[in-house]
T-cell receptor, first 110, second 113 residues
Framework: ELKVEQNPLFLSMQEGKNYTIYCNYSTTSDRLYWYRQDPGKSLESLFVLLSNGAVKQEGRLMASLDTKARLSTLHITAAVHDLSATYFCAARGSQGNLIFGKGTKLSVKP | DGGITQSPKYLFRKEGQNVTLSCEQNLNHDAMYWYRQDPGQGLRLIYYSQIVNDFQKGDIAEGYSVSREKKESFPLTVTSAQKNPTAFYLC????????????FGQGTRLTVV
């Protein structure tokens, strides 16, 4: 059974600092997703990672995937307040369904 | 515009009532999903469907039912058997092959009154 774990679950950062969110998954999965959720809102797709070594970047966010280690990371560079949100990773199960981590609540402070 | 539409945005249910949440997509996606999110929690899978007239239970299917009579539509019924239905419900859809990015609707917030 596929399980997805994120850490940390809460992250308080200062503006301008760098940090990384980690996403481990327990069994083989061919796709890894990162989403952003603002309070009371739906999920916004950030990245889809398909292969070992895949790296995608958008603005201050960069996601990578290591399928051998079953690990994906979301790296935040020079954080700004607008990045405050909850970030979820999800892995695709064998039946095509998405299994989500519990989310990382990011708070960026001046 | 292509997208995935959930309705209503807010829904209030009395004890013992069944209610149905609507989810429609015009993205021509094969797969559709229903998730439940409780405050401060992640998303838990209720049901999913890969093709028309077929669906599978997720982790928390008890007290819920679905149908997939059309490719575009995947309604979720919250039955009276669901004892704690107050939550935020999210519908998603994706292709099943290629690069299947999953898109989410805006959600329905269900409250028991």
């Amino acid at each position: 059974e596929l399980k997805v774990e994120q850490n940390p679950l809460f992250l308080s950062m200062q503006e301008g600092k760098n940090y990384t969110i980690y996403c481990n998954y327990s069994t083989t999965s061919d796709r890894l997703y990162w989403y952003r959720q603002d309070p009371g809102k739906s999920l916004e797709s950030l990245f889809v990672l398909l292969s070992n070594g895949a790296v995608k970047q958008e603005g201050r966010l960069m996601a990578s995937l290591d399928t051998k280690a079953r690990l994906s990371t979301l790296h935040i560079t020079a954080a700004v307040h607008d990045l405050s949100a909850t970030y979820f990773c999800a892995a695709r199960g064998s039946q095509g369904n998405l299994i989500f981590g519990k989310g990382t609540k990011l708070s960026v402070k001046p | 515009d292509g997208g995935i539409t959930q309705s209503p945005k807010y829904l209030f249910r009395k004890e013992g009532q069944n209610v149905t949440l609507s989810c429609e997509q015009n993205l021509n996606h094969d797969a559709m999903y229903w998730y439940r999110q409780d405050p401060g929690q992640g998303l838990r899978l209720i049901y999913y469907s890969q093709i028309v007239n077929d669906f599978q239970k997720g982790d928390i299917a008890e007290g819920y039912s679905v149908s997939r009579e059309k490719k575009e539509s995947f309604p979720l019924t919250v039955t009276s058997a669901q004892k704690n239905p107050t939550a935020f419900y999210l519908c998603a859809s994706s292709w099943t092959g290629g690069e299947p990015e999953a898109f989410f609707g805006q959600g329905t917030r269900l409250t028991v009154v």
